[in-house]
């Protein structure tokens, strides 16, 4: 069965709650790494995920900093790509940061000012990296929407190609 791994902006993000509530409508199996009592064994679930989900999604939402997700992008695609060139990557890294420093919890090292910069950076960096890509199975989208769309695309066509192998 076809699974689509939910990947990229964790932490209290939403972007997956449309998702999942289409792959539900559809009985489209998926994998939501994010949990309410993440344990250290959770990350070797969420690695088989990565390696083996036929469908990997990682959006960068403009609501976190996402220094963790960016630097996760390149590893995951390549991992993705080298693990399987069949599998399908859907990556979406929004080109700013939209971040209250007034809704900052704790202090930070650097300020807000910084971390956005910064960010802003690595977001345009990867982009311009990523566009240069000449995977087939590696697409870059500019929005959640679109993201959305294209993982339904290609859920039908995976279906449709592994119907085609099975004749």
Same mark, same amino acid.
């Given at each position: 069965?076809? /699974?689509?791994?939910?990947?990229?902006?964790?932490?209290?993000?939403?972007?997956?709650?449309?998702?999942? %509530?289409?792959?539900?409508?559809?009985?489209? %199996?998926?994998?939501?790494?994010?949990?309410?009592?993440?344990?250290?064994?959770?990350?070797? #679930?969420?690695?088989?995920?990565?390696?083996?989900?036929?469908?990997?999604?990682?959006?960068? /939402?403009?609501?976190?900093?996402?220094?963790?997700? +960016?630097?996760?992008?390149?590893?995951?695609?390549? *991992?993705?790509?080298?693990?399987?060139?069949?599998?399908?990557?859907?990556?979406? #890294?929004? *080109?700013?940061?939209?971040?209250?420093?007034? *809704?900052?919890?704790?202090?930070? !090292? #650097?300020?807000?000012?910084? +971390? %956005?910069?910064?960010?802003?950076?690595?977001?345009? !960096?990867?982009?311009?990296?990523?566009?240069? #890509?000449?995977?087939?199975?590696?697409?870059?989208?500019?929005?959640?929407?679109?993201?959305?769309?294209?993982?339904?695309? !290609?859920? /039908?066509? +995976?279906?449709?190609?592994?119907?085609?192998? /099975?004749?």
């Amino acid at each position: 069965m076809i /699974t689509i791994g939910l990947f990229g902006t964790c932490g209290n993000s939403k972007w997956r709650d449309p998702f999942m %509530k289409m792959y539900e409508s559809k009985g489209i %199996k998926y994998f939501n790494p994010v949990k309410g009592n993440w344990q250290a064994e959770d990350a070797q #679930i969420e690695a088989d995920h990565l390696a083996n989900d036929d469908i990997i999604l990682f959006p960068v /939402t403009d609501e976190t900093y996402g220094m963790g997700s +960016l630097g996760e992008v390149g590893f995951s695609i390549l *991992q993705a790509i080298k693990l399987d060139a069949s599998r399908e990557v859907i990556v979406m #890294i929004d *080109q700013n940061v939209n971040i209250d420093e007034n *809704q900052m919890t704790s202090p930070e !090292l #650097i300020s807000h000012q910084e +971390l %956005k910069r910064e960010s802003i950076k690595m977001r345009a !960096l990867i982009n311009a990296h990523l566009n240069k #890509i000449k995977y087939h199975n590696v697409y870059l989208v500019n929005s959640l929407d679109n993201m959305l769309g294209a993982s339904l695309i !290609l859920y /039908t066509a +995976l279906n449709l190609k592994r119907n085609i192998i /099975t004749i």
